[in-house]
C-alpha cells in the first residue's frame, strides 16, 4: 500500500483554517483557491525537517501570498464599478456544522466590508493577532513594521471594528419569517410592510461589478430603500413566486434567485427584529463557485437555464 504524502497529510489538516485566513484577506472565493494552491506548491518543496511549527509556516506563507494580492489588486480596486461585496458563501443549514469552513469561521458580510476599508497591513496585523495569536515581533517580520508599529496598526483596527451592535444570532425560526416577509413585500411593491421590515437606518448593497445591471452606490435610510424595491416591483412583467428556500449567505439568512435572468444571492442582516442591511450579489465572475456547487449537488444541467428549473424567475432587480 502506498503511503501517504506527509506534505499533504498537513497541508490537507490544515485546508480549512487556512481557507478561512485567506478569504478574510481577499473576500474572494477564486483568490483564496489560488492563494491555497501556490501555498502548497510552497509546502511541497519545503523540507520538513526545518519546520519546527508546520501550522504556523503555512499560516506565514498565505498571508505573504494574500499581502501580495492585496497590494497588486488595488488599482482594480480603485476601478470597480459600483458598490463591492465579497464572495458570497452558501449553506444550505443554519451556523453551527461542521460540514464547511464557512460555517464556523467569522466570514460574515459586514465583518468583510469593514476589513476591506482597512490597507493590507492593517487588515493582516489584526487578523493575525486576533485570530492567530501572533507576536507582534512575528507580524512585523511580515509587514515590514516595528514591533510598536504593529500594536498601534491593530489598535486602529480594533477601533475601527469596535462600537457596531452585532446582528441578531442566526435563527431559522426567527429569520425564515422575515425573509419570507421581504421577499413578499418587495415582491408586492407594499411601502408600508417594507418600511415595517426596514430599520431607520437600513443599508442596501449591490454588486454587479459592471457586468449586469445594479446600482452603482449604496442605498442608505429606510425610504430610500422602500422606495427602491417598490420600484422593481412596479416594473415586474412576471407572475411573483413563492419565496425561495432559506440560505445562509456567510452566516447570514437570505436566499437564491434568478432576477431577469441573472443568478443572484440576497443576504439580510436582523437586529432587533428589523433588517439592518441587504446585500445583494449578481456580479457573474463572484458567483461562478455558487454554479459550480449547485451542479454538482442538486443539477445534471449546467447553466442558467437549469438553475430556473429550481429557483422562481422575476424581474431586474
Known sequence: MRQADP????????????????YRMTGSVAETDDILQDAALKFRDADLSGIDRPARWLSTVVMRLCLDHLRSARVRRETYVGAWLPDPLIADHAPGAEEEWILTEDVGIALILTLDSLTPEMRAAFILRDAFDYSFEEIGLLVDKTPTACRQLV???????????PADPPSSETDHPLVTAFWEASRQGDMDRLLALFAEDIEVHTDGGGRVKAAINVLNGSRNAARLFAGLARKRTLPVGPCPPLRWINGSPGFVSIEGGVLQTTALSIRRGRIEAIWIMRNPDKLKHLRLQMSARRFRRTGVDALADAFPTTDVI
Open 7 to 22: 506534505h499533504s497529510q498537513i497541508f490537507e489538516g490544515e485546508r480549512r483554517r487556512l481557507a478561512g485566513l485567506a
Open 155 to 165: 489598535s486602529r483596527a480594533r477601533r475601527r471594528l469596535a462600537g457596531a451592535e
